[in-house]
């Protein structure tokens, strides 16, 4: 047998799905090993010469970031888009003043209450152009000791012609950078365009703020993937996945409305639901959120819990949500303690949970804010935030279904099926005091 030459980087291993895992301090080091990456190792020299690249994200520590690439790397240029928002202008502003070679671009928050959530990197080397989609902020904490999910693309060649993919990602990714309207992003659309995107197998799920009607209508949000359902899901005789069930995890939640039906189910569901054919069923909605004992017994213990910022205001006025809630366990990953800033959705084919019709990792929490809400008679979609993500539909791995069994199988973050909470469950809510245990490290949460 022929021993490879080069050895085969993490990322090239992580083939045909490239979904990685962030590594996590603390466990053992084989499980970092499978479909786990570091920061560093994503920045690594061994993807090849850097010439510039831009981080998109909504939290910046800019000293750990600058850490994180190689040394000969950390004078390239480099572009930071975050959140237009006076106290982060500021803070970013003074992070990134001792560093020229680093450019700032504000994202535009035009509608109230929206935030700049999308985590991406744009990595130009001299061999071409990788995408990175995930879901860490660009802090320590993010990529120490939780479970947080990586989209890496090929690194896609410089080209004279406009190679797309067959999922349309080019078109979708410049779409996306347009909403911006930022002059510093022009380098980046130009260097898009100029690179072959033919070897990109997954779908962009987005959202920017706005009010998106007529032809924008399904451009982003939750009609985004309500429309990429139903054009990508062909499946014969699909009529046979009109009940399978459909999973949400996250590690927020918004303000839903008084029952499941004001939103949840009624238009998110919707779209979660759509096969080719659309049916009237409606398939079973789990949703996974972590309990207070799931943060308690974290390896950061209740510190964890901060990352989790659903408040009590929101936890109170639906407490309806409960029943459809499941607890964080990914035992098979060895990341049942690592607590999850990862968001992903997936549908199973049935409550088995042996195949996966499609899976989605994706910044958006379970909000209005991330997802849109419709308005004016279901015209328009008013979206507050920006987002990202990629859909895996088996189409484009030229499979009816991600079967688990099959090798490789689609690296699911968590167990399968999910664990419904016990009566003795409680979903975390991070402005609520927790004194009657302590948690892994002997401390208690008091967040007065
Ligand atoms: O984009 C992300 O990943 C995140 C976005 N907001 C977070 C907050 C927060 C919640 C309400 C108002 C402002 C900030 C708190 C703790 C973690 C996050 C977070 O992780």
């Not at 303690?337 to 899976?359: C, V």
């Not at 973050?413 to 003795?424: A, E, F, M, R």
Request: glycine share 4%; hydrophobic share 35%.
């Amino acid at each position: 047998v022929s021993k490879r030459l080069t050895p085969v980087n993490k990322i090239d291993q992580s083939e045909p799905y490239r979904f990685l895992l962030s590594t996590v301090h603390g466990i053992q080091d084989n499980y970092n090993q499978q479909n786990a990456i570091s920061l560093k190792e994503i920045l690594s020299v061994e993807h090849g010469q850097l010439i510039r690249s831009a981080q998109f994200n909504y939290m910046f520590d800019i000293e750990f970031l600058l850490e994180q690439y190689p040394l000969e790397f950390r004078l390239k240029p480099l572009l930071i888009v975050h959140g237009d928002s006076r106290h982060d202008n500021q803070s970013i502003k003074n992070q990134c003043s001792p560093y020229p070679q680093i450019e700032i671009c504000p994202a535009r928050l035009d509608i109230p209450f929206g935030t700049h959530h999308t985590k991406m990197m744009f990595l130009l080397y001299e061999t071409g152009l990788r995408i990175v989609i995930h879901t860490a902020n660009l802090i320590l904490q993010d990529w120490r000791q939780k479970t947080q999910g990586i989209w890496i693309s090929p690194i896609c060649p410089k080209t004279n012609d406009d190679r797309e993919s067959k999922t349309n990602f080019k078109k979708d990714l410049l779409e996306y950078i347009e909403r911006y309207r930022a002059r510093q992003l022009q380098f980046w659309q130009k260097t898009i365009n100029e690179h072959d995107f033919s070897s990109i197998n997954v779908h962009l799920i987005s959202s920017t703020p706005g009010r998106h009607t007529g032809p924008d209508l399904n451009k982003f949000g939750h009609l985004k993937l309500r429309q990429t359902l139903k054009n990508y899901l062909n499946l014969d005789k699909d009529e046979q996945y009109n009940s399978s069930p459909i999973i949400g995890q996250f590690s927020s939640i918004g303000s839903l409305g008084p029952n499941a039906n004001s939103w949840l189910t009624k238009e998110f569901l919707t779209s979660l639901k759509q096969l080719s054919s659309s049916s009237l069923e409606s398939p079973e909605l789990k949703l996974i959120y972590p309990t207070v004992e799931n943060v308690r017994t974290s390896l950061e213990g209740y510190m964890a819990g901060g990352s989790l910022p659903y408040n009590m205001q929101n936890a109170m006025r639906q407490t309806w949500l409960v029943n459809y809630l499941h607890r964080w366990k990914a035992d098979h990953r060895h990341r049942s303690q690592a607590s999850p800033h990862i968001k992903t959705y997936l549908r199973a084919t049935n409550d088995q949970f042996k195949d996966i019709l499609w899976f989605l990792v994706t910044s958006a929490n379970l909000s209005k804010a991330a997802w849109g809400v419709l308005e004016k008679n279901n015209t328009q979609l008013m979206i507050r935030s920006y987002e990202i993500g990629v859909l895996y539909t088996p189409k484009q791995f030229s499979k009816a279904t991600f079967s688990l069994p099959d090798s490789p199988s689609f690296p699911i973050p968590y167990d399968l099926p999910p664990v419904k909470y016990q009566t003795s469950d409680k979903p975390w809510i991070v402005d609520v005091a927790y004194k009657d245990k302590p948690d892994s490290h002997g401390n208690m949460w008091d967040p007065s």
